[in-house]
């Protein structure tokens, strides 16, 4: 199971971090994947954290401003959200994957993602 928390609401520019708590499983067995839907729109892939640590890969609408990280001890991933925008407005998700290579994860496919979690509200405005 998977439990994401930190949203809320922030005034543009701000920023939040986003935790995503696993139970049950190990977040090193799996890639781990950071999605995020708006009103009205499709899940869009915001980030992913290799099985192995050691590589991220992020959106071009989020790169240089997100970062996702993983807590081995506390079997936790985060997603740290800065400069937000109001275009960043979603429920956010966090999902897990053993389809990549140990140094592999990509964001384009959802459906390769399974455990998902419940979502965070994450609300950007003034």
């Known amino acids: 199971q998977l439990v994401e928390s930190g949203g809320g609401l922030v005034q543009p520019g701000g920023s939040l971090r986003l935790s995503c708590a696993a139970s049950?499983?190990?977040?090193?067995?799996?890639?781990i994947g950071w999605f995020r839907q708006a009103p009205g729109k499709g899940r869009e892939g915001v980030s992913c954290l290799t099985k192995s640590g050691g590589r991220t890969n992020y959106a071009d609408s989020v790169k240089g401003r997100f970062t996702i990280s993983r807590d081995n001890a506390k079997n936790t991933v985060y997603l740290q959200m800065n400069s937000l925008k109001p275009e960043d407005t979603a429920v956010y998700y966090c999902a897990a994957s053993l389809m990549f290579l140990p140094t592999m994860c990509s964001m384009t496919s959802a459906s390769l993602y399974v455990n998902w979690g419940q979502g965070t509200q994450v609300t950007v405005s003034s």
């Open positions: 049950g499983f190990t977040l090193t067995d799996y890639a």
